[in-house]
Each structure stands twice: as structure tokens, then as C-alpha cells.
């Protein structure tokens, strides 16, 4: 599965964008916008999060752009800068927590079966949820995971692992004993920032 951000620009564009030109920045907005919202999302498990780092990230780019020597097509580079602002937005959240192997763990089904598999990745840890997005959905490996969190790939293979195991829990509920969920979900109208306590 090729990633959503996997759309060429022409040379035209970028040579525009590097010299700050407006009508580049907005073309390149508007063509990448979705694909940013959507792993910033899917990550983070919060569209509330997901419109602030959007946001963040096209304007890192557009500051940074400058650096981008061409090494790599256009979208690979935005995309990192798309995965390392959700990260650090990630880390600020008390629910940045990792799974570890737990006995019968399951947490109940979502009713609708057309978004089931959406909704049961909103109830993994953060950790684990954007693990599992970079690995199935954008493609990254474990070793360049790794180096986006700052662990070794081994972490990274586990929490994919644990991360599967937990959503055949969760998907298919009445394979295991019940055990209540230990991760709160917020609701439409909280925010789904949780910033850490003071120490």
C-alpha cells in the first residue's frame, strides 16, 4: 500500500515554495493537507490534536523548506516532519504510555461494524496506535521507527506484536474473559489533550 502523501509536485512549485512565494505555500496546503490531518489523527487518536499539528507542521515546513536538498521526493520529507511534530505532541500526553503483556486483556467492541477496526485502534496507547499506523499504513520499518522514538527496533516489534494481540482482543471480545479497559477515551465535547501534571 503506497502512502497517501505519495503525490509528486513539479519542480515549478518547489523552486516557488523555497522562495517563500504564497501562491506555493497555499497550492501545497491544499494538496497535502488531508494526508497530514489524517496521520496526525490516526496517531494521535484526536482530531482536536490532529487540526493543531497540521498547522504546525506546514509551517515548520514552509520555514524549513530552504534545507530540503531533493535527496528524497517532497512528500517523504513533509510526511517525517508530519510524524515527528504528532510525536512531540504525543510525548506532552500522560497517555503516552506502551502495551506490556497482560492476561486476557480486552476492552469492549465498538458497535458499528463499518468503522470497527478505526475505532478499536482509538483504544490502544499512544505508542502502540502510531506504531501500528507507521508500520501498515505509511511504511516505515522497524529501524526507522525506532529512530523517530528514539528506541531500538526490538521496542518496536514488540509493541507491533502486543499491539495485534490487543486488537484481536478488542475486535473479537468474546474470544477472551472481560477485563475492564485502562484506557479512557475522551468525549466529543472534552479535548483530547491531557498535559502533564505538575511536579
Known amino acids: 500500500m503506497s502512502s497517501r502523501f505519495d503525490i509528486p509536485i513539479s519542480e515549478l512549485t ?59 521526493p517532497f512528500w517523504g520529507w513533509l510526511r517525517q516532519i ?17 502495551l506490556i503483556p497482560e492476561a486476557h486483556e480486552a476492552a469492549a467492541a465498538p458497535d458499528s461494524d463499518d468503522s470497527l477496526l478505526e475505532q478499536a485502534l482509538t483504544l490502544l496507547p499512544d505508542t502502540a496506535r502510531a506504531v501500528v499506523w507507521l508500520y501498515h499504513v505509511e511504511g516505515y520499518t522497524h529501524p ?9 527496533p526490538s521496542f ?24 475492564p479497559s485502562t484506557v479512557s477515551q475522551p468525549s466529543e465535547n472534552q479535548p483530547c489533550l491531557k498535559p502533564l501534571s505538575a511536579s
Open 144 to 152: 526507522e521507527i525506532a529512530d523517530l522514538m528514539g528506541k531500538t
Open 156 to 179: 518496536s516489534k514488540s509493541q507491533l506484536s502486543r499491539a495485534h494481540a490487543k486488537l484481536r482482543g478488542i475486535l473479537h471480545p468474546d474470544a477472551l474473559p472481560p477485563a
Open 82 to 98: 508530519a510524524v515527528r511534530e504528532t510525536l512531540q505532541v504525543l510525548r506532552k500526553r500522560k497517555r503516552w504510555t506502551v
Open 14 to 72: 518547489l523552486a516557488a515554495l523555497k522562495r517563500g512565494d504564497l501562491r506555493a505555500q497555499e497550492s501545497i496546503y491544499r494538496t497535502f493537507q488531508r494526508p497530514v490531518f489524517d496521520l496526525a489523527s490516526r496517531m494521535s487518536g484526536c482530531s482536536h490534536l490532529a487540526a493543531d499539528i497540521t498547522q504546525d507542521t506546514f509551517m515548520r515546513a514552509f520555514a524549513k523548506v530552504k534545507t530540503f536538498r531533493g535527496d528524497s
